[in-house]
């Protein structure tokens, strides 16, 4: 589960930026089948929210560029930008014009980002902050920071994970708290504003409700994930315990979408096997092979992918500012 939980946070946290992917999308894109360019950015968060539980024990400048290497390394055009702290001036709002005039934000002048960032390291290690409290100030501070010339909200939310992480709020399974940051986007950005006017009590408030939200709709998805796995098991009565279908089941709720060569990847199996595996699934029911082809097969388990599918869809879309 704690793998579905990371993905979902991280499509959540796309999902802010309007960067927007269906979960069968995304997982196609996880085994390299897919050819959408929103779905193969959302791969790059995935990987950034994984570095960010990698680093949740060292909380520094290295742990927050390792994080954004991997986000923008998998979106086109900016991989030259991936881990590299800006060296220009950004700004959020008005960006039809060449200048920051008439702009929301103007973030600080690159040469003040690198004691702005110790300084942010330096209050994420302290322990006398109340952790939610301490968290969502460390957030609002990067974003007004801003240090990437991209990527900068999609990094800082990745960041939060760490904190739950390091601050032992969360322990196995991510917290998508993205998603309840996505319920009200207007609302976060406007604590972000008031944050940067002197006032941290609405970021504050936010992410106390956003966690309230990711604990009670986390609970329920993975109840929901559970119940279709315990449907596929009634399908699979009958099966000798040795069968590989038994192996893969679990992993269906991480991955979807698979493939053969996935499964020889994450399972050390053979070509034989695999393809004899993902026949005993389909025959039974569990799978739904989806290309029609002979070779080049692609299989997804339907009632897991509504799942998730379901859960994105009562979730509101965002519909203002981005990174």
Same mark, same amino acid.
């Given at each position: 589960?704690?793998?579905?939980?990371?993905?979902?946070?991280?499509?959540?946290?796309? %999902?802010?930026?309007?960067?927007?992917?269906?979960?069968? %999308?995304?997982?196609?894109?996880?085994?390299?089948?897919?050819?959408?360019?929103?779905?193969?950015?959302?791969?790059?968060?995935?990987?950034?929210?994984?570095?960010?539980?990698?680093?949740?024990?060292?909380?520094?400048?290295?742990?927050?560029?390792?994080?954004?290497?991997?986000?923008?390394?998998?979106?086109?055009?900016?991989?030259?930008?991936?881990?590299?702290?800006?060296?220009?001036?950004?700004?959020?709002?008005?960006?039809?014009?060449?200048?920051?005039?008439?702009?929301?934000?103007?973030?600080?002048?690159?040469?003040?980002?690198?004691?702005?960032?110790?300084?942010?390291?330096?209050?994420?290690?302290?322990?006398?902050?109340?952790?939610?409290?301490?968290?969502?100030?460390?957030?609002?501070?990067?974003?007004?920071?801003?240090?990437?010339?991209?990527?900068?909200?999609?990094?800082?939310?990745?960041?939060?994970?760490?904190?739950?992480?390091?601050?032992?709020?969360?322990?196995?399974?991510?917290?998508?708290?993205?998603?309840?940051?996505?319920?009200?986007?207007?609302?976060?950005?406007?604590?972000?504003?008031?944050?940067?006017?002197?006032?941290?009590?609405?970021?504050?408030?936010?992410?106390?409700?956003?966690?309230?939200?990711?604990?009670?709709?986390?609970?329920?998805?993975?109840?929901?994930?559970?119940?279709?796995?315990?449907?596929?098991?009634?399908?699979?009565?009958?099966?000798?315990? %040795?069968?590989?279908?038994?192996?893969?089941?679990?992993?269906?709720?991480?991955?979807?979408?698979?493939?053969?060569?996935?499964?020889?990847?994450?399972?050390?199996?053979?070509?034989?096997?695999?393809?004899?595996?993902?026949?005993?699934?389909?025959?039974?029911?569990?799978?739904?092979?989806?290309?029609?082809?002979?070779?080049?097969?692609?299989?997804?388990?339907?009632?897991?992918?509504?799942?998730?599918?379901?859960?994105?869809?009562?979730?509101?879309?965002?519909?203002?500012?981005?990174?």
């Amino acid at each position: 589960m704690s793998a579905i939980l990371l993905r979902t946070e991280s499509a959540s946290s796309s %999902q802010i930026e309007q960067l927007t992917t269906s979960a069968k %999308q995304l997982a196609i894109a996880e085994i390299d089948e897919g050819s959408k360019a929103n779905a193969a950015t959302v791969v790059g968060n995935v990987r950034a929210m994984e570095a960010a539980v990698r680093f949740s024990d060292n909380l520094d400048e290295t742990s927050i560029l390792a994080m954004h290497r991997e986000l923008l390394t998998h979106q086109a055009g900016l991989q030259h930008e991936a881990g590299k702290l800006r060296t220009q001036l950004v700004w959020i709002g008005n960006r039809d014009t060449a200048g920051p005039r008439g702009a929301e934000f103007i973030a600080p002048r690159h040469e003040l980002i690198p004691a702005a960032i110790a300084d942010l390291v330096e209050f994420m290690r302290r322990d006398d902050v109340p952790a939610l409290m301490q968290i969502a100030v460390a957030h609002a501070q990067f974003e007004t920071i801003h240090p990437f010339i991209d990527g900068n909200g999609r990094t800082g939310r990745a960041l939060t994970q760490a904190m739950l992480r390091n601050k032992r709020l969360a322990t196995h399974v991510t917290v998508p708290i993205s998603a309840g940051i996505l319920t009200d986007t207007s609302r976060y950005f406007r604590a972000l504003t008031a944050y940067r006017e002197g006032d941290a009590a609405p970021i504050v408030r936010h992410f106390a409700d956003a966690s309230r939200y990711a604990a009670v709709t986390g609970r329920k998805l993975v109840d929901d994930l559970y119940e279709q796995v315990e449907e596929s098991r009634e399908k699979l009565q009958g099966l000798r315990p %040795q069968s590989v279908a038994w192996q893969i089941l679990p992993r269906l709720i991480g991955q979807p979408v698979v493939n053969a060569r996935y499964l020889k990847s994450a399972l050390g199996l053979n070509d034989v096997t695999a393809v004899r595996a993902l026949s005993a699934l389909t025959e039974r029911g569990v799978l739904l092979e989806r290309t029609g082809l002979a070779r080049n097969r692609v299989w997804q388990h339907n009632g897991i992918l509504d799942v998730l599918d379901t859960y994105a869809a009562n979730i509101r879309r965002p519909s203002t500012d981005a990174e």
